[in-house]
């Protein structure tokens, strides 16, 4: 009923930069909540950055300062712009968003993951 699809993951040099996109898509009334999270390996996973209406936005101490995230809600979209790549930034990156659905329905969806790699 909802879907959520992460793009723009790829190999950097550290101190470079990529940009991430989260496009959901479905039965969406409205986008309650969207935020990043990362794995790496041998890791478990961890909050990135979050972003809602009401709260704003919220990121992981290791990534302040170096990474934004941002939202289009037009296209229910979220972006996270990630600068200053550092080799411990390197993890697959997952979408999750919290949506109201047009049935009524409050769903969590999780995408399929991005993977990022930063090299020295």
């Known amino acids: 009923q909802v879907q959520l699809v992460e793009s723009g993951g790829g190999l950097v040099q550290a101190g470079g930069s990529l940009r991430l996109s989260c496009v959901a898509s479905?039965?969406?009334?409205?986008?309650?909540?969207m935020g990043w999270y990362r794995q790496a390996a041998g890791k478990q996973r961890e909050l990135v950055a979050t972003?809602?209406?009401?709260?704003?936005?919220n990121y992981a101490d290791s990534v302040k300062g170096r990474f934004i995230i941002s939202r289009d809600n037009a296209k229910n979209t979220a972006y996270l712009q990630m600068n200053s790549l550092k080799p411990e930034d390197t993890a697959v990156y997952y979408c999750?968003?919290?949506?109201?659905?047009?049935?009524?329905?409050?769903?969590?969806?999780w995408g399929q993951g991005t993977l990022v790699t930063a090299s020295s």
């Open positions: 479905g039965s969406i009334r409205s986008i309650n909540f």
């Open positions: 999750n968003a919290v949506v109201q659905t047009y049935s009524g329905r409050y769903l969590q969806a």
């Open positions: 972003i809602t209406s009401s709260t704003g936005t």
